[in-house]
């Protein structure tokens, strides 16, 4: 069984009230930084452990704490992005529904070591009752003395405050959720300035994700010396996966990052294996914006090595023969699954969500839809996958923030992998109408990898 640091209490009954969750050890992190080891040792802790940001980027957590600016006079904020719309990821989801108090307890801490005496819970909208269940935790957190004024009598104030959004995508983008929090429309600002010098009103401001904040409780508690051991290199502590798609036990595993992708997919600890005994043919190994990969580059790199559930071996190899860990949201695919029909799928709504700021991507992941759409459909020409090709090439990287890249991002990768199977569309229109492609070579061994030369 693997180790856990986040869930490992989740099964507890009444573990999200705060009594339950005093009693299991609850705010002791809290208390140990606030009391023993001040600011600067909580952000040199956090850098020390490796933490990285567990909402997709996977940019060091430390570091970025560090970057924060700290004018004279001027106020500083913490905001953690709730906002989590990826298609396919809903860990967060489970973090603050069952364990309200860790992400309490998280804010807490990263506040305090960042100097914010305001911090701010952004929500997406569809998670329309999960903001009660965090106003309770924060209004009993609050009457026990671990917010308002003077915590503990170290003479720290804090106050925490939930905000819904109104289900937009783009509001996951952290320029576009400083936008939206400020009252008006969320469209992503041109960086520079970053919010660590300018955000939030104008004031230095981190954005971290729900299960970032989550994770500095536990590299409190046992150190950042211990919470590298969980992990390989620069992959540290553990992971929150949403697994999802064909296997026969979707959920959120919390993962060492130690793991092989092909124990995660079919150990009964974890995913299960294949629903009805199929066979894989491709997975997204971290929520829709992330290049596909079919099952043989998926268990194994392009160098015959087997592909870890990290964030270096997930992406050995670019985007040529890799993906990424993202935010991982885990979509696994079996041999009846149609890699035309779920890009297109992806691609309706990436167009929905473009805030429509940048041309590239409010001109050109419609343009996308409309090409996948006849293609799946039985109208598309063989010249209509270039096409494709020369859109996506087109918004990549032209583009204010990332949701360019990652509309652009799927439609390149099933392209380069499974180029066969849209000729297939192409060729026989009527067939496709009525049944999928299949699995064909996907799940083949590669060739083994050319000796190096002497």
């Known amino acids: 069984m693997g180790r856990k640091l986040l869930l490992d209490k989740a099964h507890i009954e009444g573990i999200r009230y705060y009594d339950t969750y005093r009693a299991n050890g609850g705010y002791a992190a809290a208390e140990k930084a606030l009391k023993s080891m001040g600011p600067e040792a909580v952000v040199e802790e956090v850098k020390k452990s490796g933490l990285r940001g567990r909402g997709g980027a996977g940019f060091p957590t430390g570091l970025k704490w560090s970057f924060i600016a700290k004018p004279e006079g001027v106020p500083r904020y913490l905001v953690c992005n709730a906002d989590e719309s990826e298609p396919g990821t809903f860990k967060d989801r489970y973090l603050m529904e069952f364990i309200p108090h860790l992400l309490v307890e998280g804010l807490l801490i990263s506040s305090f070591a960042l100097g914010a005496n305001r911090a701010y ?169 992330v290049p596909v990969l079919p099952a043989n580059l998926l268990l194994k790199t392009a160098k015959g090595e087997t592909r870890m559930m990290t964030y270096e071996s997930l992406n050995d190899g670019g985007f040529a023969t890799g993906s990424m860990l993202g935010s991982g949201g885990f979509i696994v695919m079996d041999e009846d699954q149609c890699i035309v029909r779920n890009t297109l799928t992806f691609a309706r709504f990436y167009h929905h969500e473009s805030c429509g700021q940048c041309s590239p991507c409010r001109e050109g992941t419609g343009w996308m839809k409309k090409v996948l759409h006849n293609i799946e459909y039985g109208k598309g020409k063989m010249s209509d996958i270039d096409l494709l090709w020369d859109i996506q090439r087109k918004i990549e990287g032209n583009t204010i923030c990332p949701l360019g890249d990652a509309a652009a991002w799927p439609v390149a990768a099933a392209i380069r992998h499974f180029r066969d199977e849209f000729e297939w569309h192409v060729t026989h229109p009527d067939e496709a109408l009525t049944r999928n492609f299949g699995l064909a070579h996907y799940a083949d061994p590669l060739p083994a990898p050319a000796p190096a030369a002497v």
């Open 121 to 289: 819970i952004y929500i997406r909208g569809e998670y329309a009752w999960i903001p009660d269940i965090l106003e309770q935790a924060i209004a009993e957190a609050k009457n026990k003395g671990w917010l308002g004024k003077n915590i503990l009598g170290t003479g720290y104030d804090l106050e925490i405050f939930v905000q819904r959004g109104a289900g937009a995508y783009i509001c996951g983008e952290e320029t576009a959720l400083l936008e939206s929090l400020e009252g008006k429309r969320g469209n992503p600002r041109i960086k520079p300035p970053f919010p660590a010098v300018k955000g939030l009103w104008g004031c230095p401001t981190v954005v971290n994700n729900v299960e970032t904040i989550a994770a500095v409780v536990p590299i409190v508690n046992i150190g950042g010396d211990e919470y590298i051991k969980f992990g390989i290199g620069k992959s540290t502590g553990t992971k929150l996966i949403s697994a999802c798609g064909n296997i026969n036990k979707p959920g959120v595993y919390e993962i060492e990052m130690n793991i092989s992708v092909e124990e995660f997919i079919y150990s009964d600890e974890y995913c299960g294996g294949i629903k009805g005994g199929k066979r894989l043919k491709a997975c997204i190994p971290g929520g829709s914006s």
